[in-house]
């Protein structure tokens, strides 16, 4: 399929069933249209566009998103289509609590029935902050409607005293400065006021940079739309573009089922581990394949991570550049340009053109921030994912922004069972912990907590305090994309399902060998299996609302964390609404 064949007739368009018939129903539908100041010339005979919006007062990722719709308008009506502006859950990653992660699968829900309930042929998503990205596009797939994803952008480079600061990346490091005593309450107070100084979102390496270049990679955007600052005039050129592009994708029927294949997510994959990505890439890309019925595993992920290197020198992985810097380098498609031979350049992308046609005349303009194949910032992918008895679903970690002597590690196990305990243990002078330990936190995986970015444990302020930066920890926890250190992640089954987790003790030794791909618990099966005698599964969170489906509904980090039932893959779709 390819926009040269022949367009859809108006008749066939979905939102022609609203506004076409000559019956009571539609004259409600028509008249209503009226009611807002539309005349019949605005939509008859044009694809209705919706633009998903995750605006909000709450959103400062998206603060530009009150403009930038009207761009994206400007571009539907320009290319002869008609835009409904359908705000979404805006899930702002730093207000958000307990975690937006909580919230994906109800943005993917809104999306999906925003789109199936009312009158629209297409889409264009706009999001970027961590879990809209996942959350639109999983939806939008469901849906099955041709959609354009359009991302954020990142935010201007933080500032304070003329030194550079990323968002996330240095806050943890300069708190621990703080809880070291060496910074005063001057000095933080600075930084606050200059680490976020503009709109758009994190500019580090997090998971909204990771997954808009994810999107971008996978075929979702327009070329090039992942790496532009929100604040750049750029991105409100590329917005309109977006609105007219859309109108074009209606008539040429470009729905996702006809474009997308499982090599548009290795594409995905490849792109994250040369990103040097968030590891929430793992959890969010998985689940959008599944909903594409293309299913990717964490196998797929390891074996991208030994052939692609990490050749963007972005924070945290890189330890100089930002986002914006990589705008100016060539941004994403220059670094796919350099991964190339590892990407199947034949898959389509919402422009109607393959990901290599797209890539092909992009440049890097910067070495030292877009690395060659063979200067890389780290050797393997971003991600290495961890099996054995402590995780037999796996474990992930991300050894490009960790201490290199704690990727072949044994250490003593100190355990907490929730959060509230650990980070009053971490700052007790007295507690017994030396550096070579391995920290532990448990029942912080979906079922547990809801899954938040709890898993770059707190370094006890006793071994801060002696100079410690970096120590083993494992949880079943995220923890953001911005974070850093020797941090396992993830582990499954989790351990308020009963994984093995659950059943570590302080004391136990722990060893993890990363090149090998191991992890250990030195406690033998007749003593893990009277543990799990005497082990009773936590009571349940929540009793009604939402919480109550995430709880019983919610699938594995390994299996991406969506709900079993709304995994439905392309040729499963729900019924269209049949009055
Ligand atoms: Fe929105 Fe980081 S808080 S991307
Ligand atoms: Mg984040």
């Not at 705000?87 to 994906?104: C, G, H, N, Q």
């Not at 890189?318 to 990407?343: P, W």
């Amino acid at each position: 399929m390819t926009d040269a064949d022949a367009p859809l007739s108006y008749d066939s368009l979905r939102s022609a069933r609203w506004f076409a018939p000559d019956d009571l129903r539609s004259f409600g539908h028509r008249s209503r249209m009226l009611q807002m100041g539309y005349a019949p010339s605005d939509w008859a005979g044009k694809p209705v566009i919706a633009i998903v919006n995750t605006w909000s007062d709450a959103n400062q990722c998206h603060a530009h998103f009150r403009q930038r719709v009207d761009d994206v308008r400007r571009g539907i009506f320009q290319a002869g289509g008609f835009a409904l502006e359908l705000p979404a859950i805006s899930l702002s990653e730093s207000l958000v609590k307990p975690t937006t992660m909580f919230y994906r699968n109800f943005l993917a829900m809104e999306t999906e029935e925003l789109l199936r309930s009312h009158p629209v042929d297409g889409a264009v998503l706009m999001g970027g902050c961590d879990k809209t990205t996942p959350g639109l596009t999983m939806g939008a797939l469901s849906m099955g409607l041709p959609f354009i994803y359009l991302p954020a952008g990142p935010m201007l480079r933080g500032n304070w005293r003329g030194k550079v600061l990323g968002s996330g990346s240095d806050a943890f490091k300069y708190w621990d400065e703080r809880r070291a005593a060496r910074l005063s309450e001057q000095d933080w107070q600075e930084m606050e006021a200059g680490i976020a100084r503009s709109h758009g979102t994190c500019m580090t390496m997090g998971t909204a940079a990771t997954m808009m270049g994810i999107a971008e990679a996978v075929g979702f955007t327009l070329p090039g739309a992942s790496s532009i600052p929100a604040a750049d005039a750029g991105h409100m050129r590329m917005s309109a573009e977006c609105g007219r592009r859309i109108v074009e994708m209606v008539w040429a029927d470009l729905r996702p089922a006809r474009m997308l294949t499982r090599a548009s997510f290795e594409n995905g994959i490849a792109c994250a581990m040369a990103m040097g990505c968030s590891t929430n890439a793992i959890v969010h890309l998985i689940a959008m394949s599944r909903r594409a019925g293309h299913a990717l595993t964490l196998d797929d992920f390891d074996a991208a991570s030994r052939r692609v290197p990490v050749i963007a020198n972005i924070r945290p992985s890189g330890d100089t550049y930002l986002m914006e810097d990589f705008f100016y380098a060539g941004g994403l498609r220059a670094l796919l340009q350099r991964i190339r031979v590892h990407l199947h350049v034949d898959a389509r992308t919402v422009n109607g053109r393959t990901l290599g046609q797209n890539i092909e005349a992009a440049q890097v303009y910067n070495d030292d921030v877009i690395r060659a194949l063979d200067q890389p910032i780290y050797a393997e992918g971003a991600l290495a994912v961890l099996h054995g008895n402590l995780a037999p679903d796996g474990v992930v970690i991300k050894p490009s922004a960790c201490a290199p002597h704690l990727l072949q590690h044994r250490g003593r196990a100190l355990v907490f069972d929730d959060y509230p305990s650990l980070k009053k243990a971490v700052d007790d002078p007295e507690l017994e912990v030396t550096a070579d330990d391995v920290l532990v936190l448990r029942n912080a995986g979906p079922r547990g907590a809801g899954m938040p970015e709890w898993g770059m444990l707190p370094i006890p302020a006793k071994l801060l305090r002696q100079g410690v930066r970096d120590m083993l920890r494992l949880s079943d926890a995220r923890m953001s994309g911005t974070s850093y250190g020797g941090c396992l992640l993830h582990c499954a089954p989790e351990a308020a399902i009963g994984g093995p987790l659950a059943l570590v003790r302080s004391g136990d030794y722990i060893t993890v060998d990363v090149a090998a791909r191991r992890i250990h618990l030195e406690v033998d099966d007749a003593e893990m299996a009277r543990r799990r005698a005497a082990w009773t599964a936590p009571p349940a969170r929540y009793e009604r609302g939402y919480g109550w489906i995430f709880g019983r509904h919610v699938l594995q980090a390994n299996e991406g964390c969506d709900f079993d039932f709304l995994e439905t893959s392309f040729g499963r779709a729900v019924p269209e609404p049949d009055i």
